[in-house]
């Protein structure tokens, strides 16, 4: 009875932060409803018509394609072969549960999307944690681009500041890749495990996590270019197709201010105090584009298009997981190099 009261601890707090997450990140938006002209901001988003629709989906969806197509490459280094199509699938299928699981499940949904089929959980993580890096570094460097090409980018601090997370995450970029420092990570690693506390059985599954790691080192640097580079331009191509958003809506941004105004709102809605970045998406949305002119009316119209865009994506990736279920296909399972044993 007692072991049963003490499983069930856990799960209602998790319930209590998942329904206060939720409620705060309502009451922001009530609030921002509250405070502006909700009629203005219902004429704006009208405005979304036929043809931008089309280049909204066209430009989000070829975002996706180009992270897929880098994720494939990711996956090479440590023998692991999906199809471009399959892992476009999994990109959509993350996004449908990102809409009621908070960020940290999402990772595991990913995790078990690409552990599964060939039973490699440690590569897996592997990949996740170095995509992962390669996107930060993406977002990073198109926000400092924009930074840059904005003439009226109003703190330089905050330049300086992204500035320095671009190198420090290049940093981390090319010692996941070095073989020349791997002995000496390896030491480091080796040294830190066997001081840890706990079972044996947990450090051995961090040794094989750090094993997998090994696959990315002595990668040519036209592998690892290409990763930055289609990490970059499909992050770019969704920028293109938020653009679409706040032009039709009449939020009249140069490419080069949205950049660095994707990067911001991006980071703010991964803060862990509402429930998938409602409430701080658009709060952030309102105040960033009032400076440069912009009636918060028109940049909430913007912010909850951009949202719609992220629950329709979610959607589509619904029924590409209900359709995995129910109509699974006869061959899911990547296969290895034929050199691997």
Known sequence: MADNKTSAAPAARRRLFYFLKLAIG?????FLFYKYDLAKVATAMLQLGPKAMFWIWFYTLLGLWFHAWMLQGALRPLHMRFTTWRLFVIHLQIRF??????GAANVVIKWQKLATPGAQPAQALAVIAFTRVAHTLAVLLLAVTGMA??????????????TG??????????L????????RLDRMADSILRRMPGPQSLRDKLNKIWAAFRGFRGMHLHQIGSIIVLTVVGQAFQTLGQIEIAHAVGADVSFWTQLWIRGVVLVCSTLPVTLS?????????????TYYGISPEIALAYSL?????????????????AKEHFLPAKQMVPQKHATEE
């Open 176 to 183: 996941s890749t070095s073989q020349r420092l791997g002995a």
């Open 97 to 102: 549960y990102a809409l009621f699981l908070p």
């Open 26 to 30: 309502l009451a922001i938006v009530a």
């Open 277 to 289: 970045g409602l409430g701080l998406r658009e709060a952030s949305m309102v105040g960033l584009l």
């Open 165 to 174: 997370l671009l190198f420090l995450t290049a940093a981390c970029m090319a």
């Open 305 to 321: 298009g951009w949202f719609a865009l992220t629950v329709l994506l979610g959607l589509l990736g619904g029924v590409l997981e």
């Open 149 to 162: 090409m904005d003439g009226v980018f109003p703190w330089p601090s905050v330049q300086w500041l992204t």
